[in-house]
């Protein structure tokens, strides 16, 4: 069974950058590809991005300028990385994998992580 | 905003048939398959339906995905307490280029 778990800082000052990292059990990180979401309190789901195993990125144009996702095979880990952050970025990051369907040539989230809130604050 | 458009909750008893709506636009819904996750709060999200209406294995068959046109439906069926959680919505936007969600539905069971 695959297993997700984020970690990383829960405070975060104003303008300085966020690192979150993913560590990633019960499976290789390899041909798949790995994705960074958040909530933002009392909001929905928003994707920030993801990466494959072989280093190519997507990311969200909302924070493209922002946003650094990288990997780690020989730790089966990734990170994220957001830099200049506001109040707005304070959020509940979840890691998740997602998977091609071969047969129905579906993307889907199937494995997540529990979340980990980083509030951004003086 | 959410790009795509839940209802803000839905309720529903034990045993009671409970749908959530999903609307979206010709670049989203329209044009790609629908996903939908089950998230209780303080826990990871489960994936529900994915492609519109397949369940992935373990998911009971109590819950059924449809899609039409622009907008999806996520059933419930013999509404159970332990269905009590939010759901999300999810697909490709294909203007945005970016995954996109519902704001979510928030479900209680009475």
């Known amino acids: 069974q695959v297993q997700l778990q984020e970690s990383g800082p829960g405070l975060v000052k104003p303008s300085e950058t966020l690192s979150l990292t993913c560590s990633v059990s019960g499976g290789s990180i390899s041909h798949f590809y790995w994705s960074w979401i958040r909530q933002s309190p009392g909001k929905g789901l928003e994707w920030i991005g993801y990466i494959y195993d072989t280093g190519s990125t997507k990311y969200n144009p909302s924070l493209k300028s922002r946003v650094s996702i990288s990997a780690d095979t020989s730790k089966n880990q990734f990170s994220l990385r957001l830099s200049s952050v506001t109040a707005a970025d304070t959020a509940v990051y979840f890691c998740?994998?997602?998977?091609?369907?071969?047969?129905?040539?579906?993307?889907?989230?199937?494995?997540w992580g529990q979340g980990i809130l980083v509030t951004v604050s003086s | 905003q959410s790009v795509l458009t839940q209802p803000p909750s839905a309720s529903g008893t034990p045993g009671q048939r409970v749908i959530i709506s999903c609307s979206g636009s010709?670049?989203?819904?329209?044009?790609?398959?629908v996903t939908w996750y089950q998230h209780v709060p303080g826990t990871a999200p489960k994936l529900l339906i994915y492609?519109?209406?397949q369940r992935p294995s373990g998911v009971p068959d109590r819950f059924s995905g449809s899609k039409f046109g622009t907008s999806a439906s996520l059933a419930i069926s013999g509404l159970r307490s332990e269905d009590e959680a939010d759901y999300y919505c999810s697909t490709w936007d294909d203007s945005l280029k970016a995954v996109v969600f519902g704001g979510g539905t928030k479900l209680p069971v009475l």
């Open positions: 492609n519109n209406n």
């Open positions: 010709s670049s989203n819904i329209g044009g790609n398959t």
């Open positions: 998740a994998r997602r998977t091609y369907d071969e047969v129905t040539g579906d993307y889907y989230f199937d494995y």
